[in-house]
Every structure is written in C-alpha cells, then in structure tokens.
C-alpha cells in the first residue's frame, strides 16, 4: 500500500482524483439503500401539505375499519373511519422532526459532555461523570417516564424527556475516545503552539471523534423514534387528535385482532425508517473515516482478486528456481483512477539464493512481495496479469486452502516492524507455538519444545523466560527475531523479509543480516530481501534487482551492479551511499521525484529525472536486455564500464 501512498503524494501541483464522499457513500450499496428509502420517506412527509391528502383529523364512523384498497382510502381507514395514508404521512413527519430533534440535542450535550470530560480530566472529569453515572443508573425508559410525568404528557415534553435520557451514552463513548486522544503527541503539539484549550477540543479532538459520533447519532435517531413512539402508545406523547406513529400504534392496539393493518402499516414504517437510519449511519461513518477512503468500502477479502484472463504470461514457461515471477501486475483502483504498482516484474530465485529487491519508496517493492501469495488487501487492489510460480504450481491460481497451507509453511515474511504484526495480547512463545501447529500435527509440549529450540537459534538470550514475554516487554531487535523465528519454525522454502532491518540499530542490523545470511546456506532456503538501503544489499544479496515506478530496471549479480551499473538510476542510487574512509565524498541526491502511478509517461519512467535522457526514450516500450555480462538493463542508452554520470543535484 505504501506505493498507492507515495504516488498520490506525488501529484506534481495536481489535486489526485479522489472519489467525493458522495460516491463513496454510493458505492456502500447498504448505504445507498437506506440513503434512498430514507430520502423518500423525508421527502413524502415534507410534502404533506401540498399533497391530495384527506384530512389526517376528519372521522367518518360509517366507514370505520375500511380495508386497503377500499374506495377513496388506500391503506383503509382507522377505528374513528379516519384516512390512514394521511394519518400515516402525517404522523411520520411528527415522528421524524421529534426523532431528530431529540438526536440533535443528545448529540450536542452528551458530545460536549464527553469532550470535556475526557479534555480536562481531573476534578472536572469526575464530577460530570458522576452525574452521567447517577443518570444511568435508572432504566432509560422508566427515567423518561418520570421526566414526562413532572414536565406533563404532550409531545415537546416527550422529545425533551427522550433527548434527556440519551445524554449519559453520548457522554459515555465521547469521553472514553477523548481521554486517549488528549494525551496523543499531536495534542501536545496544539497546546504547545499556544492554541486554547477549546480550540483544541474544536479544531484536534472533535474531528477525530467525529465518525463515533455520527455512528452514534445515526443508531440513536432509531432509538429515538422507537422512544417517541413508545411514549405517545402510553398515552404520554402526541395527544389526540394529533398523530404520530406512536399514538397510531396505540389506537392499532384496540383492533389488532379484527383489524391488524391498523397496526400494521405504522409498525411497518416505523421499521423503514429505522433501518434506513442504521444503513445510511454506518456509511456515513465509513465516509469519515480517512482509512475507508479508498475508493471501496467492502471489506478487504482474505485474498487479492485475480483478474480472470490474466495478461500476457505464458503459462507453459517453466522455472528452474524456488520463485518464478513472470510479468506480475498489481492495479489499486481508487475512485476513477487506477494505480499501476506493479507494472510487469519478473523474478527468478534459486534454492540458497538471496535475491535483493531495492528502489526508492514508493517503487512498489512491498506490493510486489504481498502479490506473490495474495496478501494486497481487495479492494483496492486487485492482480491484472502475470504468473508466480512456485515449484511447479502458479500460485495466482491455486486454491484458498492451498494458498492457507503455503502462507507460513513453505513460503513465509518478515515484515518491517514486529510490533505491528505481532499479536500484542498473546506472548511470544504462543505465537511461536500457533504457528507451529497451524502446519505441523504436534502436540502442544512439542510445539512448545520447537518453540525453545527456534528461540535458541535466532539467539535469543534466554529463550525459556523470553518465551513467556509479550512484544512490548521486548527489544526491537528480540521482537525482530520472534518474528524470523516465527518464519523458519516450519521449515520454508521461500522467505520474504521486507525491509526487516529499517528500524534497528547498526549492531541489531548487522546480527539479523548474518543470523538470515546463516539460515539460507544452513537450510538451503531462498530469500527475497527488499530494502532501500544498497549497503545491506552489498552485504546479503546475491543477486540484486532495481526498481522503478512498479518495473525492474536492472538486475545482475551484486557485486557486479555496485561496481559498474548500467542503468543511469542504479548509478545515482549507488552515489548516494556513504563510503567509509571518504568524508570528503559528495552525496549526489535524484533530482525530482517518481511519477505517480496512475499517470505513467510513455517510454522511459525514469526519463524526466536523467542526465542522459533523450528522444527515443520519452516514446514506446524500452524493453529489459542483456547490456554486459549477467547484467540486464531496461534502458536504451546505458552506461559503460567505469562511465559517470555528471553531478546531479
């Protein structure tokens, strides 16, 4: 995902094609449905005094308990031989305007509560809590009950008592998200800069407890409905002869043996609304939230979607390696703009072979390593084309179960930080151990012996005691070799370690680089290595390969590419990095930056941003050839052996 991220940074002064909040709203189809059933509903109940209604009031005793569909009365008519589709219209404006009122008010008090609560803490926190908790500890609706009988029955009172009432579970969610958020370093920040305190709350806290609200909001107006209309059946909300879908289900109660409908047709709208509400709430939540703002807002499959007529690989080709990549193509669809991350790679990697796979941020390095056995989340993305062979079989076309079997056991990842992908609730060893007995039919005790025995491998100190540790209570470098353990405990044939030294300090690096250089000629195991760093490479790698803008530039034996690349980005990547014993050296940064993704110019990516760009690279497609020895460019002028490129600012 970081490539989607980076290239839509890199807009170049032009706004990215986000889709609007109100085609993401469209595209939850639960949303939308309850968005139109609930538009509908509004807009017949605004529209009641210009409709060709009967009056809601006027009794006709002769035609009482006419059925729907009778002459002159659609839905029948009530016990008093009143129209029910006016009642009904009619009354679902009152419940509407009651029911969102009383929202309206809870939201707005309880919110403000909560938010000032969880803000101040101390004596302020404790004595409005205290107050909501006193307010919560009476049954919701026995509390509205009281308050309609001192206020006294009718309809305003009703919605004061139902607003009242809901106040403590606004108060409640608000102040337990807020007292997280006003201890978060971007809050320190705020109040740092000099902003006061209720800018703070307003401009730091509020949109970020936004979306609970609105969720909440959207949950509670059904509440609300349902408490109005439970008053008004009591006899203690809208008085006669005024309707609301309370007092129609009341009056409904007294014939709901000889005539049902009566109750029916408010009951049924009542469900209507509620639904809608709880539909159009969630969505609205989902809108909110910047992380669902991807375009799609289904739930991400357990495996990326394959495209079902897969482009221009040949499935016939065969490889001698663990890992066969053949031409793989990984699309993110946001909103109208489709980002091409992977844009065509090919990968081979022997048996005991360290492949390192290195680029800028942003060049896809990561999706391609999550395509190989369909861990890119869908939707957004989605494979377009290509084959990953993996002993024999394509893994784009295997099966769920075989996928799940492959996942862990034969081919397994070692992601950048181990905080993050470790479960923080269970210890080490029980991770070790649920991964052992995920793919391998062993008792516990003998999981847990295995356990151990991988702990002691990955030199982990003291593996019986550390076995018993959670990931906060160790080091990066010890939760970094959890997580390596984690990948050899059964025995893989495939390792894919992501960028898995980033984060640790030269010494931790140095030992995780030589504890997995170890590994792989100990075990025979084939390593996929990606990294942005070319002195890891040159310490691990056997073979390196480059990429850009989703496509490999250059691939060749390390110490070959290092030494004299063909590729006018491979050379720049090369001066940026430090050598020792020359303080003196000029570090030569790339000028501009990457193109996005999903605006990829014709020819050469990387033709805007080099020296020796000309022509003929700006137009068709620059195909990967064999350029010297076992070095493969994919660039139409390449260097010479010993060649330089001019400084480059």
Known sequence: MSAVADTLESGHGRSTERPSPLSLLLNNRLAAFGLAVLTLVILVALAAPILPLADPNATDPAGRLAGPLSNGHLLGTDALGRDMLSRLIWGTRVSLAVGLSASLIAAVLGSAIGLVAGYAGGRTDQILMRVIDLMMAFPYILLALAIVAILGPGLVNALYAIAIVNVPFFARNIRGLTVGLARRDFVDAARLSGKSNLRIIVSEVLPNVLPTIVITLSTTIGWMILETAGLSFLGLGAQPPQADLGSMLGEGRKVLFTAPFVSLVPGLMIFLIVLSINLLGDGIRDVLDPRLKSGALARPSARTSVDSRPRTANPDRGGSGVLDVENLQTEFSVGRSVHRAVG??????????????????????????????????????????????????????????????????????????????????????????????????????????????????????????????????????????????????????????????????????????????????????????????????????????????????????????????????????????????????????????????????????????????????????????????????????????????????
């Open 344 to 649: 065509g790679v090919d990968l081979t990697i022997a048996a005991g072979e360290c492949l390192g796979l290195i680029g800028e941020s942003g060049s896809g390095k990561s999706v391609t390593a999550m395509s190989l056995t369909g861990l890119v989340p869908s939707p957004p993305g989605h494979i377009v084309g290509g084959r990953v062979g993996f002993e024999g079989e394509d893994l784009l076309h295997v099966s769920d179960a075989r996928l799940r079997a492959l996942r862990g056991g034969a081919i397994a990842y070692v992601f950048q930080d181990p905080l993050a992908t470790l479960h923080p609730l269970m210890t080490a060893g029980d991770q070790l151990v649920e991964a052992i007995r995920a793919h391998q039919a062993v008792t516990a005790s003998e999981a847990r012996t295995r356990a151990v025995a991988l702990m002691r491998q990955v030199r982990i100190p003291n593996p019986e005691t550390r076995m018993h540790a959670y990931p906060h209570e160790l080091s990066g470098g010890l939760r970094q070799r959890v997580s390596i353990a984690m990948a050899l405990a059964n025995d893989p044939k495939l390792i894919v370690a992501d960028e898995p030294t980033t984060a640790l300090d030269v010494t931790v690096q140095a030992q995780v680089l030589k504890l997995l250089g170890d590994l792989r000629r100990e075990r025979g195991t084939a390593v996929l290595f990606i990294t942005h760093d070319f002195g890891v490479i040159s310490e691990i790698a056997d073979r390196v390969a480059v990429m850009y803008a989703g496509r490999i530039v250059e691939t060749g034996p390390t110490a070959e590419v290092m030494a004299d690349p063909a590729h006018p980005y491979t050379r720049m990547l090369v001066d940026c990095v430090p050598v020792m014993g020359e303080p003196d050296r000029r570090l030569a940064a790339i000028r501009g930056r990457p193109p996005a993704v999903d605006r990829l110019p014709d020819g050469c990516a990387f033709a805007d941003r080099c020296p020796r760009a000309k022509t003929d690279c700006r137009r068709g497609e620059i195909p990967m050839r064999s350029k010297r020895g076992a070095i493969e460019a994919r660039c139409l002028h390449p260097l010479t052996p010993g060649e330089r490129l001019e400084t480059h600012a």
